[in-house]
């Protein structure tokens, strides 16, 4: 059976049941492909045992480029490519580049930054949302089961677990 391809959703009304019924469905040894809110959840990062996001050390690395850049564009405008000497200064004088360097480190953090999010969840121009249950944007939270990656427990094993933690309803879909 391939990845991604076949899941067993289970819709939950309210936001506590989807909280408890995250703990009850890891303990029984399912293992949670994705869980759709509607709104943050507070607690939900915890309770699916989701690492700390390595964001922050993309925008560490896009701002460095940044710096780089704009420190190494400065100097060699100013030193070799068009040189100047303004107020008798200095042709490379560095506090006259701490504003460029500083718009630069900062554009260049916040564009790394969101590239980085869009390709890293699948938002993508190219990418193709996958859309579980339409009700995920109103008012119902789905808990998603890859069917794969637990073929050792079977389907109706799965249903029974999700039904007993609290789902609502429980269905299957499947992505081309």
Known sequence: MERDKNFVLGVYDDEDVLLDAVSKVRESG??????????????????????????????????????SLALTMQFYMMRFDWPMIIGGKDYAAFPDFIPVTFELTVLLAAFGMVGVFMVSSNLKPWGQP???????????????????????????KIAEVLKNSGATEVNKKSFE
Do not use: Q
Not at 53 to 65: E, N
Not at 132 to 148: G, P, Q, Y
């Open 30 to 67: 399912v293992k949670i492909h994705e869980v759709y809110s509607p709104f943050p959840v507070h607690g939900l990062d915890e309770a699916l045992g989701y690492k700390r996001s390595r964001l922050p050390i993309a925008a560490f690395l896009f701002g460095l480029l940044g710096t």
């Open 130 to 156: 996958r859309i579980f249950d339409l009700r995920i944007t109103d008012d119902k939270h789905v808990m998603a089961i890859d069917l794969a990656a637990n073929a050792s427990l079977g389907e109706d």
